[in-house]
C-alpha cells in the first residue's frame, strides 16, 4: 500500500573536486538521510570567481532536478529546504518541471499533486544568495571570440537510439567539434558510442541504496520521472567543467503532444521534459541564471518521429548496433538477453512500424530477428499507437497520426498487405491525404 509522506527535505550538496564527484543529500520521511553520487571524469577548474559561481549554479539546478527521484517515492506534502532557499526562478522552474514530469506517475496512481517548493526551515546564506548579490551576469567569462577556422565544441547527449545517431551525422556535415555525453553505465549506449569513434563523456550516477530498497517494499510511490531533465541539467554542468559551447539533446517535434488528460483536466504527457516548453524553460534559465556562453537545444526538435525515421534510414550503418527499447535502460542493466530489441513493447513496435516506409522488409527483419506485424499478439498494443483503442501509450513515441502514416505508406506493399494485423487494420486506420503526409514530414517553421 503507498504511503504518501508528510514531508521531502533539501539538505545540501557538496562539489568534491579531488574526487571530482557532486554529492546531494536529502531526507526522505520514511526512509532517513540518503545521497545521490555523480561522478564525472577528472576535470580542471580554472582559478576564476565568475566560473565557480556559474557551476555553483549549476549544482544548485542539479539537486533540485535530482531530487525529484527522491521526492516522488513518498509524494511528500510538505517541502523543507533545511540549508538554504532556491531563487524565484530556480523555484518556478523546477516546480513547473516536477508538476509536468511528474504527471503520469500521479495519473497512474490516481493521486492529486500539490507541488510547492516555497519550503520551510533554517535559511543559511548559500549559494543562491552568492549568485545573486554578485550580480551573475558581471561574473559571467566573456564569450571566446569567433574566427572562421573556430569550431563549435558540441557535447551531445546519445541514448544509443535513432535520433542521437541523426544528430551525430548532421552535426558531422557542420564540421562541428563533437564529444559524446551519457549518464549512467548503460552497456548499449557505450557499444554505440564505441562505434561512432567518436569521445565520449560518462557521468556515473550511484542512486542511493536507501531508495531502492524502500521502493521495493511496494510502499513508496514508483513511476516515471522526467529524466530527460535530470540529464539535461548535468549536461550543463558537464559542460561547464569540460569547456563546451553547446548541450544537443535530439528531442523530436512529437514530443510536445500529451498522452491524456487527468481527472482535473490537465495534460499527461510522457514526453513533457523532451517538450519544446521544456526546452525553453531550461535554454531561458541557463542564460539567465547560469551562463549565457552555453547553448542548450534539441537538433531534432523541428521534426516528427516519422521524419526522424526517414533520416535514420540513410545511415544503415547503424543498423546493427543501435536500439530505442527501453528494457536496455534499468537501473539493474538491460533485460535483454543476447538482443537489442524486445520486440514486445510500444517503442519497439513503433520504431518497426516507422522504419518499414523506408527500408527494405528484410533489412528490417533483420534488425528486429521477428515480423512484428505479423503477429497476433502485437494486436492491442498496435491499436493503441494506431489509434483504434486506448491512447497513445506512455512511451517515447510518435503520434498517432504519424503511426496511421507509417501504416498506410506499407498496407499495399506486396511485401507487407498479407501480414495478420495489416490485414486486421485495413479498414480500422483511417486514409490520410498526401497533403498530411507533407505535414507530418516536413520541418516545423522556427
Known sequence: MHQQHKYFKFLDWELNDKKHQLLL??????????????????????????????I???CELIHLMCGVSYYK?????????????????????????????????????????????????????????????????????????????????????????????????????????????????????KEVSAFTTLPLIQVHRKIDRQLLEYNRTGEGFNGHVPITAINSSIGVLTALLFDFDEVVFSNERSADFANTTNKEGDLVNHQYSKSMEFETDLSDYISSEITQKIKYYSQQRAFSELAILEKFSHYPQYFPVFSSCNRNFHIDGSHNKNTLWCGNCPKCRFVFLGLAPFVEKKQLLEIFDKDLLDDLSQKQGFEELLGIKGFKPFECVGEIRESQMAFNLIKNKADWQNDTLIQAFSQNVPELLKSEYQNIMKPSEA
Open 73 to 189: 517515492s513518498g509524494l511528500a506534502r510538505s517541502i523543507i529546504f533545511e540549508h538554504y532557499h532556491p531563487t524565484e526562478e530556480l523555484r518556478q522552474f523546477v516546480e513547473k518541471t516536477w508538476k509536468h514530469g511528474l504527471a503520469e506517475l500521479a495519473y497512474e496512481n490516481n493521486v492529486t499533486l500539490d507541488i510547492d517548493l516555497m519550503g520551510s526551515g533554517e535559511y543559511d546564506f548559500h549559494h543562491s544568495e552568492m549568485a545573486k548579490s554578485n550580480d551573475l551576469h558581471s561574473l559571467i567569462s566573456p564569450s571566446k571570440e569567433e574566427s572562421v577556422f573556430s569550431k563549435t565544441k558540441s557535447l551531445v547527449a546519445i541514448g544509443g537510439g535513432k535520433d542521437s545517431l541523426v544528430t551525430i551525422e548532421e552535426l558531422k556535415q557542420k564540421g562541428n567539434d563533437i564529444t559524446l555525453f551519457m549518464v549512467g553505465g548503460s552497456k548499449l549506449i
Open 25 to 54: 543529500n536529502y531526507e526522505i520521511e520514511m526512509v532517513g538521510t540518503v545521497t545521490e553520487v555523480l561522478t564525472f571524469p577528472k576535470y580542471q577548474l580554472i582559478d576564476d570567481k565568475g566560473h565557480r559561481t556559474q
Open 56 to 58: 555553483n549554479a549549476a
